[in-house]
């Protein structure tokens, strides 16, 4: 006889929406759907996973000192856990959670329930200062430009398997460009964005952090990592364009850039 699956704790990705700490006498038992790793500029590793109460998921910032948990196979996807401690930050379109203590409850071979990723509208209201506070935030972007400014592409391997076999191949309708400009650029700057940026921190002064400092920084958002690729194709396809000379970026490319960061609903 199947066992029957184990029981999430419902509400509770609304709860860390609304920066409810499960100290304050809730316990957060949730199933894990994705676990992802990732490297800093400056080679320390770093985790994200994607939590489910059954009903909602979200994505979570994974502490330093819970590293082993997911490095021994102790957490992987669709184990559930249960949630001891987090740190919430409020941002201007969300939230971001830090895990720092948690407990393996189990293993299960699927995804529990239908979790979808909650609506903007879920999330409290910021106080006038606070919204003030976030909103001000930007992300610097020079760095990202003086990486691609000199950029030497080299085609994937498929991109130029293609273009050999594929005689009649005809430009992008929206670059103009044969193959496609994010066909040329795009893998280069996700990959660099994915392991330079994505779960890193930005502080007041649009400077991009490795750690969290609360009250001084907060999680860099969709829109400021799709900000940096617009930046980085920029740079790449055009070089240095000096003040006030900008070119529109194609449809394809921001198609591309909008798929892997989106607007969260």
């Known amino acids: ?33 994705q676990v992802n790793q990732g490297v800093t500029s400056k080679g320390a590793k770093k985790y994200t996973v994607t939590i489910s109460d059954g009903e909602h998921c979200l994505d979570c910032t994974v502490a330093p000192q819970k590293f ?39 293993s299960h071979d699927d995804v529990i329930g239908e979790p979808t990723y909650v609506k903007k509208n879920t999330k409290r209201q910021l ?57 040329n650029y795009g893998p280069s700057i996700i990959s660099h964005i994915n392991e330079e940026y994505a779960g890193r921190f930005v502080d007041d002064d649009g400077n991009v952090m490795d750690e969290f400092e609360e009250g001084r920084c907060d999680v860099i958002t969709n829109k400021q990592l799709r900000f940096l690729c617009y930046s980085a194709y920029s740079s790449a396809k055009h070089g240095y364009l000096g003040k006030k000379k ?11 850039i909008r798929l892997h960061f989106p607007e969260k609903k």
């Open 1 to 33: 006889m199947m066992a029957s699956p184990p029981t999430l704790s419902a509400g509770c990705v609304e709860a860390l929406l609304q920066c409810r700490n499960p100290d304050d006498g809730i316990s957060y038992v949730v199933q894990v759907l």
């Open 68 to 106: 082993l948990m997911v490095e021994d196979g102790i957490v992987t996807k669709f184990s559930v856990i249960k949630i001891i401690n987090v740190v919430c930050n409020e941002l201007k379109d969300g939230v971001m959670v830090l895990l720092l203590d948690m407990i393996f409850l189990s």
């Open 127 to 183: 106080s006038p200062s606070n919204t003030a506070h976030s909103s001000s935030k930007s992300v610097r972007s020079g760095n990202i430009r003086n990486a691609f400014r000199n950029f030497q592409h080299e085609p994937e391997e498929d991109s130029k398997r293609i273009n050999i076999d594929n005689e009649s191949s005809v430009p992008c309708e929206n670059c103009n460009n044969t193959p496609c400009d994010w066909t």
């Open 246 to 256: 900008r070119f529109p970026i194609p449809y394809c490319v921001e198609c591309g």
